[in-house]
Nanobody, 124 residues
Framework: QVQLVESGGGLVQAGGSLRLACAASGRSFSSATMAWFRQAPGKERDFVATISGGGSVRLYADSVKGRFTISRDNDKNTMYLQMNSLKPEDTAAYYC?????????????????WGQGTQVTVSS
């Protein structure tokens, strides 16, 4: 069993930055593929970024490429999402997820465990 807890969300002005963290419990964190998704009210849950177990592979949605950076610290069982140059359209609840492998990495159904989400609101 893996438990994921997100933190770091909040209200920020457009152009600002936030760093989200996802703390994981469980012994298999270092081998798990981790990802961030986001969901705005009335919309589907969208892929944001993913990182392989060792951290060597990092993939991003086109909408955040060049602005967001995903990383992980396996010694601390924690994953991060550094979000820079935030835009109002980045407003959403952000969720971390854990799964295996990188196949179909952008599909929510590929992930076994989810956090409860943290709200990010970007004002214009």
């Amino acid at each position: 069993q893996v438990q994921l807890v997100e933190s770091g969300g909040g209200l920020v002005q457009a152009g600002g930055s936030l760093r989200l963290a996802c703390a994981a419990s469980g012994r298999s964190f270092s081998s798990a593929t981790m990802a961030w998704f986001r969901q705005a009210p009335g919309k589907e849950r969208d892929f944001v970024a993913t990182i392989s177990g060792g951290g060597s592979v990092r993939l991003y949605a086109d909408s955040v490429k060049g602005r967001f950076t995903i990383s992980r610290d396996n010694d601390k069982n924690t994953m991060y999402l550094q979000m820079n140059s935030l835009k109002p359209e980045d407003t959403a609840a952000y969720y971390c997820a854990a799964g295996e492998g990188m196949r179909d990495y952008s599909l929510p159904s590929r992930y076994y465990y989810w956090g409860q989400g943290t709200q990010v609101t970007v004002s214009s």
